[in-house]
């Protein structure tokens, strides 16, 4: 039996299809992936993906969990936490990451950690997106305005989270 190397040098002109060192199969002007679960192709680089990048562009040094605690939330969200909700911290040398755990908060939807220089800046901006969220899909939902399955789905869980705040 041949192998792709046969009668090609080390290096030599052998096209990426052939090469043996590629882990799928390259099948020239077709557009899918194999294996299927893949689906490359529906990946879009037009998605808000700067902390994908920033943090597989730097060096982390660490990562570790901590909790979003109602101290964590700042002054003027009109919402604050009545539950803990379980993080991961990433830190990334010059920035820190926040990002609430599916497994406490299983949100619907494309959900990046929040950036911020320290750990408690990092938690506090998480606390006023997840008070922003809950506002939205508030708003949405007194207007008359049908939400979709999973943004009614967060609404549940967001609410099941915050409360509004006491004066």
């Avoid at 557009?31 to 700067?50: F, I, K, M, V």
Wanted: charge should be negative; proline fraction near 10%; glycine fraction near 4%.
């Amino acid at each position: 039996m041949a192998t792709p190397h046969e009668g090609n040098p080390p290096g030599g002109d052998r096209t990426l299809a052939t090469d043996v060192s590629l882990p799928v199969s390259v099948i020239p002007n077709a557009n899918s992936a194999l294996p299927e679960e893949w689906g490359w192709q529906r990946t879009s680089t037009s998605q808000p993906n700067a902390a994908t990048f920033h943090i597989s562009h730097s060096d982390v040094t660490r990562a570790f969990t901590d909790v979003l605690t109602a101290a964590d939330c700042p002054p003027e969200t009109p919402f604050v936490l009545k539950r803990d909700i379980p993080l991961v911290i990433i830190d990334s040398l010059d920035k820190y990451w926040a990002g609430e755990s599916k497994a406490a908060l299983p949100l619907n939807g494309l959900r990046v950690p929040v950036e911020g220089d320290t750990i408690a800046e990092a938690k506090s901006k998480l606390a006023a997106d997840l008070a922003a969220q809950l506002r939205l899909l508030l708003m949405l939902s007194t207007t008359g305005t049908t939400l979709a399955p999973a943004l009614q789905e967060n609404f549940l869980m967001l609410n099941d989270f915050l409360a509004p705040r006491r004066p």
